[in-house]
T-cell receptor, first 110, second 113 residues
Framework: GQQVMQIPQYQHVQEGEDFTTYCNSS?????IQWYKQRPGGHPVFLIQLVKSGEVKKQKRLTFQFGEAKKNSSLHITATQTTDVGTYFC??????????FGKGTRLSVIA | DSGVTQTPKHLITATGQRVTLRCSPR?????VYWYQQSLDQGLQFLIQ???????AKGNILERFSAQQFPDLHSELNLSSLELGDSALYFCASSVEMGLNEQFFGPGTRLTVL
């Protein structure tokens, strides 16, 4: 079945530093979604990417879909304590259900 | 607040027992998904229903079953519970079956003692 690798598993940064998490698949993807889960909370949808090479921005967050549609990244510029949480990518190919990566847990030290 | 509700919030039970988790999707959403989240496994897709019919199955054990009712709420039944079934169970909903964002409920934390 569809598998997705997300790295790193954990990331600790000082407030103000940048942060990037990567999502990699061995197969070509139809789309990729990114979710954020705050500690003790539930996953919340951030964005969906569908086009090869697509780049989308949300304030300090930049999302990118690889040219081959096999990988994606989420970059946060100048992290803040409100960015703390686990960031998941979720992928599918064709009409298959979404498969979630194991997530990257971000800690921000003030 | 995502608009998805789940009950109960917490559930503590013993091995061998059976429990039912309930989910009400966002108004207008026809698709319901169930996920299991444990510390080392991330979010594992269990099953999806669309407008009352099962549409996709993931890593759902035979001891688990689910259904979606005509009013679109869904129930996940877990039986012959084992210690390893302790986890957070999330329900999510989306407008359709396809490439739509999913809205997650607050989850039910199941503890099997």
């Amino acid at each position: 079945g569809q598998q997705v690798m997300q790295i790193p598993q954990y990331q600790h940064v000082q407030e103000g530093e940048d942060f990037t998490t990567y999502c990699n698949s061995s197969t070509t993807l139809s789309n990729i979604q990114w979710y954020k889960q705050r500690p003790g909370g539930h996953p919340v949808f951030l964005i969906q990417l569908v086009k090869s090479g697509e780049v989308k921005k949300q304030k300090r967050l930049t999302f990118q879909f690889g040219e081959a549609k096999k990988n994606s990244s989420l970059h946060i510029t100048a992290t803040q304590t409100t960015d703390v949480g686990t960031y998941f990518c979720a992928v599918n190919s064709g009409n298959t259900p979404l498969v979630f990566g194991k997530g990257t847990r971000l800690s921000v030290i003030a | 607040d995502s608009g998805v509700t789940q009950t109960p919030k917490h559930l503590i039970t013993a091995t061998g027992q059976r429990v039912t988790l309930r989910c009400s999707p966002r108004s207008g959403d026809l698709s319901v998904y169930w996920y299991q989240q444990s510390l080392d496994q991330g979010l594992q897709f269990l099953i999806q229903y669309y407008n009352g019919e099962e549409r996709a199955k993931g890593n759902i054990l035979e001891r688990f079953s689910a259904q979606q009712f005509p009013d679109l709420h869904s129930e996940l039944n877990l039986s012959s519970l084992e210690l390893g079934d302790s986890a957070l169970y999330f329900c999510a909903s989306s407008v359709e079956m396809g490439l739509n964002e999913q809205f997650f409920g607050p989850g039910t934390r199941l503890t099997v003692l």
